[in-house]
Nanobody, 119 residues
Framework: QVRLVESGGGLVQPGGSLRLSCVVSGSISSIINMGWYRQAPGKERELVARITSAGRTNYADSVKGRFTISRDNAKNTMALEMNSLKPEDTAAYYC?????????????WGQGTQVTVSS
């Protein structure tokens, strides 16, 4: 089992910045990939950024150059640095982890943290 707890959401003006954090506990050694997803009202959940255990990253086109995902395996945390925020970035943001036990993959999610970009 893996538990994920997000923090850092809030209200920010357009052009502002926020840093989201995700603390990981449980069967940490089984985790391979981690990522941030978001879901706006009335829309499907979408990938924002992903990072592998080797540190390789990929981003949604809509956030490239503005968001940075990072992972600290020693501290069991993952972060999403968000700059130049736009109103369309408003959504609930979720931390995700994929673990592999040797025979099966498991998908874990945090409870989400709300990000609202508005003047």
């Amino acid at each position: 089992q893996v538990r994920l707890v997000e923090s850092g959401g809030g209200l920010v003006q357009p052009g502002g910045s926020l840093r989201l954090s995700c603390v990981v506990s449980g069967s940490i050694s089984s985790i391979i990939n981690m990522g941030w997803y978001r879901q706006a009202p009335g829309k499907e959940r979408e990938l924002v950024a992903r990072i592998t255990s080797a540190g390789r990253t990929n981003y949604a086109d809509s956030v490239k150059g503005r968001f940075t995902i990072s992972r600290d395996n020693a501290k069991n945390t993952m972060a999403l640095e968000m700059n130049s925020l736009k109103p369309e970035d408003t959504a609930a943001y979720y931390c995700q982890a994929v673990s592999f036990t040797g025979t099966r993959f498991y998908d874990y999610w945090g409870q989400g943290t709300q990000v609202t970009v508005s003047s």
